[in-house]
């Protein structure tokens, strides 16, 4: 019999595409993973890897098993979903571990955190900030339960089989300006430095289509992943930008926000797997994830 904590090594392997990143998010060593590796070649009577240079590759048998590997983590978490939605006492529920982006962190998961204190005091959740491109990713791996992600208008996500999304609400995005800048409109921004999330990230792309929609290439001068920090520099005059609402989460904005074309908003969603559809605990956060979402006047 196969055994699944190995199987599982090999669905990483599959997913990561190296040994030392599979060992770095299972906090193992690489000697340990080839080991166990080595021994699930001997349970198996085939060659499962095969050197690549420096690495390592699946071979056609090892494909063929890590596909069965993922069906088999599917089945042993819908097992223990079940298991756990019969038992008794929320001290019964299963850590659940969330990756938030920064602005759901601020303006969402506090609030979640105080429902859930007072209808689950016992139930553990863990938060790790991930953009939402990783945060999906580590999602289909195992690496969290849960998911909070952004969807921009025109922009659709790729829909990873598994995955099961529900959307929590929309946040408008608006431009950014100085408070005392006397900018009215995007077309007014040609000329300015620009502060944009990194490249590659769904909100720079969005950001950067819409100022080539109003016919120019936006000179984006400062690069950060934090949106406070692009905030702070809207602030001082030295940038402008394109932000969401929820990065005020309900405080006065310190900039003059501006109306972009056509008001548009960002679609905020939660994401799990389906095989852990039955998992009380997870369905406990996203129930409070959705009751702590804002709403106008709130």
Known sequence: MFELRRLRLLHELALRGTLAAVAEALSFSPSTIS????QLEKDAGVALLAPDGRRVRLTEQG???AAHAARALELDEQARGELESVRAGARALAPVRVAVMQTAALAIVPVALGLLAERSPDLRVELVEMPPERGLFELAARGVDLVIAEQYPGHTRA??????RETLGTDPIHLAVAS?????ALDDLRERPWVMEPAGTAARLWAVQQCRAAGFEPDVRYELADLSAHARLVAAGQAVAVLP???????????????????PTREIFTAQRVSSGTRAGILAVRRALRDA??????
């Open 245 to 263: 609402d929820l990065l005020w989460a309900g405080a006065p904005a310190p900039v003059s926000l501006l109306d972009l074309p056509g008001r």
């Open 35 to 38: 080991q166990q590796l080595a």
């Open 180 to 184: 005392a800048d006397p900018a009215r």
């Open 293 to 298: 979402f804002p709403t106008p006047g709130r």
């Open 63 to 65: 494909r063929i098993l």
């Open 159 to 164: 829909h990873a089989d598994g995955l099961k």
